[in-house]
């Protein structure tokens, strides 16, 4: 018995801040959002994907934005990316580089930390 992949990363988020989500995640990074399924829909909440990249945004009450722990997207270009969320009043950070990646951070609508990724 073996992992094979991931299905998806579930985010947490505020209630009734879907359009914000809607905004960042399709708007700027590009990611369509998909319908939820019927029995789940009534959660609030959204769900984003393409290709293999699946991002599932649940509302939690008392909700508390992931500072650390982060799913990491890689782009194919980085750097167009970063001065699109710019642009739109995001902050960008940088971290420690690593050898085979250009990457930099970013906080989505809700404080949660997204790490954006290219290979160089």
């Known amino acids: 018995m073996a992992i ?3 299905d998806h990363i579930q985010l947490a988020m505020p209630e009734g801040e ?9 708007g700027l990074l590009g990611i369509p ?15 984003f994907e393409i290709g293999g990249v699946r991002i599932h945004l ?3 009450q008392n909700f508390s934005p992931a500072k650390k ?12 990316l970063v ?8 902050a960008i950070t940088e971290d420690q580089p690593l050898a085979k990646y250009d990457r930099r951070f970013v906080n989505d609508p809700f404080g949660n930390r997204i790490e ?3 290979l160089k």
């Open 33 to 47: 959002e998909v319908a939820k399924p019927a029995a789940l829909a009534g959660r609030g909440g959204c769900w």
């Open 4 to 6: 094979t992949g991931i």
């Open 116 to 118: 954006l990724m290219q």
């Open 18 to 26: 879907e359009q914000a989500a809607r905004a960042f995640y399709d």
């Open 58 to 60: 649940g509302v939690e």
């Open 83 to 90: 001065r699109t969320l710019e642009a739109a009043g995001y």
């Open 69 to 80: 722990a982060h799913p990491a997207l890689l782009t194919n270009d980085l750097f167009a």
